[in-house]
């Protein structure tokens, strides 16, 4: 991956990061002498209220591999400390997983698919980020670690439901561990896998999240959408990509928010990663990254800052692709949040969303939640 000269001035999710550093290196265990060594999960090293790990917060090595990459590390954080934080949190994946390669996030023994998926790639995305730095002892080794969670996801199904962001989060490892050790078998069940999820893809541009359509976990999924058209681009995911953009910027909000209790996990998240990777090539993105970062620099919707700490690692690492893929934007159109001259009513019908844009207001109904609503009034903007 080339290195490439990162915007600072007006970087918000630079910003963000920097912000909210100590309060993620605070979570590991730091101690060189204890058996907990590099383990993220403070609930399980340090209170001890638990007797299982939430891997989860191993994956931070991605988002500090990509501050490291492109010299975008806080003054108080050495690129020695670094690689010394990165290094820990790799090797202390031994230490939380199982003996068939899984990992767990909320209950002992859960073999979670989500997050086993989601350390294997954050891992190897550090190691790509860091090639050239690391000796080949160590990425090998590190490799070696990894090998058993990719194992793992290659045989592990998720049954609770059809999760999107969840199985690209697995697409990304499978392509990424060829990228970097090369495995065909990998290659078969990350192709298999993403043909589920767009054959799932609502031409209405939505992408299955437990069977309905919410925009806040599309973002999720998005970030890894991305990363899978980098590692295997192709015209059918471009198209699908391309529809799912178009969709999501009607659930920008006038008053800075996105996404909420309309959607079929009623989340208000918003992760910039994917959009802003493809916020050069696609003027939704553009328009949508253009409008969050000042929904972001305003608190206006759940951002770094605000994240719960289960959730705190893929927002994280979200930020900072985010912030090293930030360039100054032109869009060429409005979101229809912020264009009160062109009224209309959108319905999707198979998502059970309705969207109304008039002078006075800006509204979007559910049909599958009760009436579940939400309404801006655009002159008393609110």
């Known amino acids: 991956m080339a290195k490439v000269k990162i915007q600072t001035e007006e970087n918000v999710y630079l910003a963000a990061v920097r912000r909210n550093l100590p309060r993620l290196l605070s979570l590991y265990n730091t101690d060189s002498t204890s058996r907990y060594y590099g383990v993220g999960d403070r609930q399980y090293w340090g209170w001890k209220t638990i007797d299982f790990a939430n891997a989860t917060f191993q994956g931070a090595c991605h988002g500090l591999a990509r501050l ?89 199904e998720e049954t609770h439901g059809f999760i999107s962001n969840h199985l690209a989060t697995s697409v990304a490892a499978l392509f990424l ?70 969709f999501l910027r009607y659930f920008a909000h006038p008053d800075g928010s996105f996404g909420g209790i309309y959607g079929h996990r009623q989340t208000g998240l918003y992760l910039p990663g994917g959009i802003e990777a493809f916020a ?43 912030a090293t893929s930030c360039v100054p934007l032109q869009p060429q159109s409005k979101l229809p949040a912020e264009d009160s001259d062109n009224p209309f009513i959108v319905k999707f019908d198979r998502a059970g969303l309705v969207v109304a844009n008039h002078k006075n207001h800006y509204t979007i109904i559910s049909t599958l939640k009760g009436g579940a ?10």
């Open 373 to 382: 609503f939400y309404s801006y009034d655009r002159s008393a903007n609110a």
């Open 177 to 246: 561990w060829d990228r970097l050790y090369g495995d065909s078998v990998a290659v078969k069940r990350g192709q298999e896998i993403l043909d589920r999820i767009l054959a799932q893809h609502s031409d209405e541009g939505w992408f299955s999240e437990y069977g309905g359509a919410d925009p806040g976990y599309q973002t999720w999924a998005t970030v890894y959408l991305a990363e899978i058209y980098r590692l295997a681009p192709s015209d059918r995911l471009k198209e699908t990509l391309d529809k799912s953009l178009a």
């Open 68 to 156: 490291y990459k492109h010299d975008a590390l806080p003054d108080f954080l050495s690129k020695e400390r670094c690689l010394e934080l990165i290094d820990a949190q790799i090797m202390a994946v031994k230490t939380v997983m199982r003996a068939d390669g899984s990992l767990e996030e909320a209950f002992p023994y859960e073999g979670s698919f989500c997050v086993t998926a989601l350390v294997a790639y954050d891992v190897l995305a550090a190691l790509e980020l860091l090639n050239g730095v690391l000796t080949e002892e160590k990425k090998q080794s590190c490799l070696e670690i990894v090998s058993p969670l990719i194992g793992y996801v290659k045989i592990a």
């Open 280 to 322: 050069r090539e696609n003027d939704d993105a553009a328009a949508l990254a253009k409008f969050m970062r000042g929904s972001i620099a305003e608190y206006r919707t759940v951002t770094l800052d605000a994240i719960d700490t289960p959730n705190l690692i893929p927002y994280f690492n979200a930020y900072c692709m985010a």
